[in-house]
T-cell receptor, first 112, second 112 residues
Framework: GQQLNQSPQSMFIQEGEDVSMNCTSSSIFNTWLWYKQDPGEGPVLLIALYKAGELTSNGRLTAQFGITRKDSFLNISASIPSDVGIYFCAGLPVDSNYQLIWGAGTKLIIKP | NAGVTQTPKFQVLKTGQSMTLQCAQDMNHNSMYWYRQDPGMGLRLIYYSASEGTTDKGEVPNGYNVSRLNKREFSLRLESAAPSQTSVYFC???????????FGQGTRLTVV
């Protein structure tokens, strides 16, 4: 089936640093979503993107829908301890109206 | 509001046993989903329901059955559990197929 390549798999950063992660696909997507999952919880939506080239912010988080429609990026500025968790991208392929494809996640760890 | 409620939170089954995972949402959402999450992988869709009385197979439906009892409830049944079904199961709901999905806290299932 279709796959998303999400990188990096994990990140060790200092508090206050900026963070970047991305997802790429071999096929074209109509929608890109970024979720965060805390331990023992379900994923929570951070940002939704619906148009190629779209740049959307949610507080310190900024995400972009790649112009080729095959990739997306999430940036976190000035990281804080509560940013720790696993970040997932998910995309809706053009040939599907409900089946999201999920990346494997980026685990963010903040060094004290 | 409770959002999406899943029961049980933890379960251990012996190979061959059956069980039903329950899910209910109180947000009047039309779409409901069952996913499984395995280590190092993104969420994989088991089944989807666009509305009461309709269900569609996702990426990994084998070994599972679902029932959309009414608009609120969407249950997942394992008729004969196998060790390969050891996973964390998430139920989710959304207003429509391409809108923000809200997740339950998950059911951690171990099949021995």
């Amino acid at each position: 089936g279709q796959q998303l390549n999400q990188s990096p798999q994990s990140m060790f950063i200092q508090e206050g640093e900026d963070v970047s992660m991305n997802c790429t696909s071999s096929s074209i997507f109509n929608t890109w979503l970024w979720y965060k999952q805390d331990p023992g919880e379900g994923p929570v939506l951070l940002i939704a993107l619906y148009k190629a080239g779209e740049l959307t912010s949610n507080g310190r988080l900024t995400a972009q829908f790649g112009i080729t429609r095959k990739d997306s990026f999430l940036n976190i500025s000035a990281s804080i301890p509560s940013d720790v968790g696993i970040y997932f991208c998910a995309g809706l392929p053009v040939d599907s109206n409900y089946q999201l494809i999920w990346g494997a996640g980026t685990k963010l760890i903040i060094k004290p | 509001n409770a959002g999406v409620t899943q029961t049980p939170k933890f379960q251990v089954l012996k190979t061959g046993q059956s069980m039903t995972l329950q899910c209910a949402q109180d947000m009047n959402h039309n779409s409901m989903y069952w996913y499984r999450q395995d280590p190092g992988m993104g969420l994989r869709l088991i089944y989807y329901s666009a509305s009461e009385g309709t269900t569609d197979k996702g990426e990994v439906p084998n070994g599972y059955n679902v029932s959309r009892l009414n608009k609120r409830e969407f249950s997942l049944r394992l008729e004969s559990a196998a060790p390969s079904q050891t996973s964390v199961y998430f139920c989710a709901s959304s207003r429509g197929p391409n809108t923000e999905a809200f997740f339950g806290q998950g059911t951690r299932l171990t099949v021995v």
